[in-house]
């Protein structure tokens, strides 16, 4: 589900976010549109990266987006916003998101 505009460096207790299994059996976060893929784990938060071109070789279109999640739900957003639109708008979201609650605290 798309929300818009969302704070940026507070943490969001109301809006859901989703987990959606990669190709390398890890899960990626799918928050308001977007998708993001892990980049490091600490003991009560994981930190994330937008998956928009950070994987590429060339930094010309990388996303600089990011968010950290806690183990006990919420998010954050970080300062930069995404630099594209949102991947999954209206009927183009994945059958097979996950609900945070399957996860928390394995991911």
């Known amino acids: 589900q798309y929300i818009g505009d969302v704070s940026?460096?507070?943490?969001?207790?109301?809006?859901?976010?989703?987990?959606l299994r990669n190709q390398?059996?890890?899960?990626?976060?799918?928050?308001?549109?977007?998708?993001?893929?892990?980049?490091?784990s600490f003991r009560s938060t994981v930190n994330?990266?937008?998956s928009d071109g950070n994987g590429k070789r060339l930094t010309e279109n990388k996303c600089s987006a990011r968010a950290i999640t806690k183990f006990d739900g919420g998010i954050k957003l970080g300062k930069k916003p995404h630099n594209h639109p949102p991947r999954f708008l209206g009927t183009n979201?994945?059958?097979?998101?996950?609900p945070k609650v399957a996860f928390c605290p394995q991911y």
């Open 8 to 19: 940026r460096g507070v943490w969001i207790e109301k809006h859901d976010y989703f987990f």
């Open 93 to 98: 979201v994945p059958a097979k998101l996950l």
């Open 48 to 50: 994330w990266i937008c």
């Open 24 to 40: 390398k059996q890890g899960f990626n976060l799918v928050f308001n549109g977007y998708m993001y893929k892990k980049e490091a």
